[in-house]
Structures are given as structure tokens and as C-alpha cells.
């Protein structure tokens, strides 16, 4: 079966550096986009990756591995409206998005 | 940047009526467009893919009577919700495909009473 696994919860302080990493399982795989969900809004795009290594883009940077089925999601200089649910979602060999409940992050000032 | 629409944001209707969403590419074609549905603290749910032109895709166990979906242009989708029930009661995201990311409407929340 195809399956998403991260945290459910973290917490971090303001300024601070956070990882959110993610393991899945596909039915084959078309690259692992991370989105970020403020609590009663859509989801909004982060990041892409298809191939392995570190994607950086401003604060925020996204990591692939391949063969291990691993990505993270690295957050620097954490500010209070980082707050939010982060979601890992691999794309299939169908080009179907995999979504997973996400990982809620809580910024303590 | 791809900018995707939904209207409207939210929506209150007595049961046993139907409600129809509109989903927008704004400043893209989308020959592709997915409806999802979200429970609170769940994840979305993809309900059907919709490509231009033809049939909706539905996933197993939306059914598709109930949930009627239109992708009339390359630019519109919309998703109507018939004889709709307190159950139904969520919040409905679009998305349209752009190249390889898919870009989200702002969502719609839906109660029924």
C-alpha cells in the first residue's frame, strides 16, 4: 500500500531551526512536494523535489533521498506565523498525490 | 504566479437542497483540475479528477450521482453537491494542474442545516 509518515505534532521557538521529517511508500514516485495548511485554509506549495539532495529556497529547504524513501522539510529563523500543518505528499507513478494527515507545528515565542 | 479561484468561499443551505462550487484557473489553462474534501484535523480526501472535456474520475466511495462534477473549459470546474445532508458538511478545495505542481482554490466551506 501506498503511506505517509511523520509527526504528528512538534514544537519550536521563535528564531529557532526545525526539522519535519517524513518517510513514505508509493506505488512507484514522480517527486515529493511539502505544503504548508494554516488551520481553516488550503494548502499552499513549499517545494518540489524529484531528485536527491537539498532544495533550499529562502528560509525554508526540502531534502530527498531515493532509496531510503525520506524527505525533510527544514525550517530556519522560525517566525509566529510558521505556525501551521506541514504536508509531506509524494506523487505516485499515476501522478496521484499521496496525502497524509501532516505534521501540526506549534512556534512558542 | 498560477492563481486558482473557488467561489463561494462559504455557503449555508438547508438540507435536501444542492450547492454548486465554481473552481477558476485564473492565468492558466488546466486541462486537469481535482476536487478534495477535508474533515477538520483530517487529511484532504481527493473525491475526482476532472479533465476538460470529459468524464470525471471519481475515487471509490464518493459517489458520483451526489456529487456532480462539469469541467465545461479549460479554465472552469465545478463541483455541485445535490440533496445535500448535514453529513456533507466540509471544507471542498479545487486544485488545477500546472506543468507538474498543482495549485489550490482558497476553498469553500460548506454547512448544511
Known amino acids: 500500500g501506498q503511506n505517509i509518515d511523520q509527526p504528528t505534532e512538534m514544537t519550536a521557538t521563535e528564531g529557532a531551526i526545525v526539522q519535519i521529517n517524513c518517510t513514505y511508500q508509493?506505488?512507484?514516485?514522480?517527486?515529493l512536494f511539502w505544503y504548508q495548511q494554516h488551520a481553516g485554509e488550503a494548502p499552499t506549495f513549499l517545494s518540489y523535489?524529484?531528485l536527491d539532495g537539498l532544495e533550499e529556497k529562502g528560509r525554508f529547504s526540502s531534502f530527498l533521498s531515493r532509496s531510503k524513501g525520506y524527505s525533510y522539510l527544514l525550517l530556519k529563523e522560525l517566525q509566529m506565523k510558521d505556525s501551521a500543518s506541514y504536508l509531506c505528499?509524494?506523487?505516485?507513478?499515476?501522478?496521484?498525490?499521496?496525502w497524509g494527515a501532516g505534521t501540526k507545528l506549534i512556534i512558542k515565542p | 504566479g498560477a492563481v486558482v479561484s473557488q467561489h463561494p468561499s462559504w455557503v449555508i443551505c438547508k438540507s435536501g437542497t444542492s450547492v454548486k462550487i465554481e473552481c477558476r484557473s485564473l492565468d492558466f489553462q488546466a486541462t486537469t483540475m481535482f476536487w478534495y474534501r477535508q474533515f477538520p484535523k483530517q487529511s484532504l480526501m481527493l473525491m475526482a479528477t476532472?479533465?476538460?472535456?470529459?468524464?470525471?474520475?471519481?475515487e471509490q466511495g464518493v459517489e458520483k450521482d451526489k456529487f456532480l462534477i462539469n469541467h465545461a473549459s479549460l479554465t472552469l470546474s465545478t463541483l455541485t453537491v445535490t440533496s445535500a445532508h448535514p453529513e456533507d458538511s466540509s471544507f471542498y478545495i479545487c486544485?488545477?494542474?500546472?506543468?507538474?505542481?498543482?495549485?489550490f482554490g482558497p476553498g469553500t466551506r460548506l454547512t448544511v442545516t
Open positions: 508509493t506505488s512507484g514516485f514522480n517527486g
Open positions: 476532472s479533465n476538460e472535456g470529459s468524464k470525471a474520475t471519481y
Open positions: 486544485s488545477a494542474r500546472f506543468d507538474y505542481e498543482q495549485y
Open positions: 523535489n524529484v
Open positions: 505528499v509524494p506523487m505516485d507513478s499515476n501522478y496521484q498525490l499521496i
